[in-house]
């Protein structure tokens, strides 16, 4: 027997929900908590901001005059992190969810035990 579904129709199973009955915003929100969670497990495993890098030949060698006006540049990272921290609601110096994140995405408490926050069950 083969199991046929209607791929439009997968998306439910794959998040748990059907998203046309629920719109794009529920979607939306069920994105942020996968992006904060991974965030979460990464703090907890010891990644901070400096593990939040580029290829050093991104950082380090000019663009090529075929890039039209970004020629000559390289990327400044730092800048580009702090806006993306702000946008995301993350703290910008360590590069992690704030406490208020987290709790208006219902993941209250993901960074206990991570490094560099209280010591939860890991003793970390």
Do not use: I
């Not at 580009?80 to 208006?104: C, F, I, N, Q």
């Amino acid at each position: 027997m083969v199991f046929q579904a209607d791929p439009r129709g997968l998306k439910g199973y794959a998040l748990g929900f059907a998203v046309a009955s629920r719109g794009g915003d529920h979607l939306r929100a069920a994105c942020e908590r996968v992006v904060n969670l991974e965030r979460c497990f990464n703090a907890r495993e010891g990644l901070t901001r400096k593990d939040d890098t580029l290829p050093g030949r991104f950082l380090k060698e000019p663009l090529g005059t075929e890039c039209g006006p970004s020629a000559g540049s390289v990327v400044e990272l730092e800048p580009m992190l702090d806006e993306y921290y702000e946008a995301r609601g993350w703290d910008v110096r360590t590069g992690l969810p704030t406490a208020s994140k987290l709790d208006s995405l219902g993941l209250k408490g993901c960074l206990e035990g991570s490094p560099g926050t209280v010591p939860g069950p890991r003793g970390r």
